[in-house]
């Protein structure tokens, strides 16, 4: 594949993660009360539902920083794929192992059903990987060369 198409899919899988994330982020701190409440009734999460309630939205936050500053892009994309991993890993514990399925998405993920949830996780997962494929053997903390200036 061509250098240009490489960078531009790569700018793609990154703005996809940068919306996700901070969609995600900012619905869950829209309706904080019920996202803490829908945390506090999972049966993995209860012990750590106000922790998790504040960590969730400022990870997802911060790893769209990550994204789009491009000195600490590949450390967010191994972040990203990191935390849709362990998103994946969740639903796939509680519906195997819970009576009691809540969702604390927010927003319009929240109107998937669980097996549309997994799926797109999935996707979410498999771009994080195509990302950092893409971006090959740049280091993490130098910039890719395209933006590196004389």
Same mark, same amino acid.
């Given at each position: 594949?061509?250098?240009?198409?490489?960078?531009?899919?790569?700018?793609?899988?990154?703005?996809?993660?940068?919306?996700?994330?901070?969609?995600?982020?900012?619905?869950?701190?829209?309706?904080?009360?019920?996202?803490?409440?829908?945390?506090?009734?999972?049966?993995?999460?209860? %012990?750590?539902?106000? =922790?998790?309630? =504040?960590?969730?939205?400022?990870? @997802?936050?911060?790893?769209?920083?990550?994204?789009?500053?491009?000195?600490?892009?590949?450390?967010?994309?191994?972040?990203?794929?990191?935390?849709?991993?362990?998103?994946?890993?969740?639903?796939?514990?509680?519906?195997?192992?819970?009576?009691?399925?809540?969702?604390?998405?927010?927003?319009? /993920? @929240?109107?998937?059903? =669980?097996?549309?949830?997994?799926?797109?996780? *999935?996707?979410?997962?498999?771009? %994080?990987?195509?990302?950092? /494929?893409? *971006?090959?053997?740049?280091?993490?903390?130098? %910039?890719?060369?395209?933006?590196?200036?004389?």
């Amino acid at each position: 594949m061509k250098s240009t198409y490489k960078q531009i899919l790569l700018e793609i899988i990154c703005m996809l993660f940068i919306l996700l994330f901070v969609y995600a982020a900012v619905s869950k701190l829209l309706v904080f009360d019920e996202f803490k409440i829908q945390l506090g009734q999972s049966p993995v999460l209860t %012990a750590y539902a106000g =922790w998790v309630a =504040w960590t969730v939205p400022f990870i @997802e936050i911060v790893f769209s920083l990550m994204l789009v500053i491009p000195k600490f892009r590949l450390l967010g994309l191994y972040a990203s794929f990191t935390l849709m991993v362990m998103f994946t890993a969740y639903i796939v514990i509680i519906l195997n192992f819970s009576d009691h399925i809540p969702c604390s998405c927010g927003g319009i /993920l @929240e109107q998937l059903g =669980w097996t549309e949830h997994l799926i797109f996780n *999935m996707a979410y997962v498999a771009l %994080a990987v195509i990302g950092i /494929l893409l *971006m090959g053997d740049q280091n993490i903390y130098t %910039a890719p060369k395209k933006y590196v200036t004389a």
